[in-house]
């Protein structure tokens, strides 16, 4: 019989008040775009993207009460840990969400993916280091495209 069950999500809305959009690029193919040089010239073609970096998106309205302006850096806070990145605001994300582009953050992938792959620098922020790892009770799919896990934004 068809119900309805609330989303499980991690971190209360009080402590962590936004939700997170696990955004996936279209210039993501299974896995290996990271370490090619288009992935990041063409960055800016996704919506509210930029070229050669990693930003969190943000809406304008929260990020002026928070105290926020564009290219900020930013604390991004869930149950799992802490993250640091930039501040991208854009009018097209939802008040009380923020999003971050997935396949970002590499270490030691390659000349492109990694920030410096000698020294095993990431390049912009991995999210699946404050993403939690859990399943939908119902469908059984995995949590990673966002919605399971508030956060709390901070300037840093």
Known sequence: VPHYEETKRWGSKEEYPFDVVDVKSRFNREGRSQNLPWYYIFS??????????????????????????DG???KITTVKGSV???ALLWEGIQPGTVAKTYGKGHWA????ASKDYADATPNGLNNNEILIDDYDRISGSTARNGGFVGVKIEKA
């Open 84 to 86: 640091f990145s930039k």
């Open 72 to 74: 900020d850096n930013v």
């Open 44 to 69: 800016r073609l996704d919506p509210g993207d930029m070229n050669w970096e990693d930003r969190l998106r943000m809406n304008p309205q929260d990020a002026s009460d928070l105290g926020i302006s």
């Open 109 to 112: 992938y390659g000349r492109f």
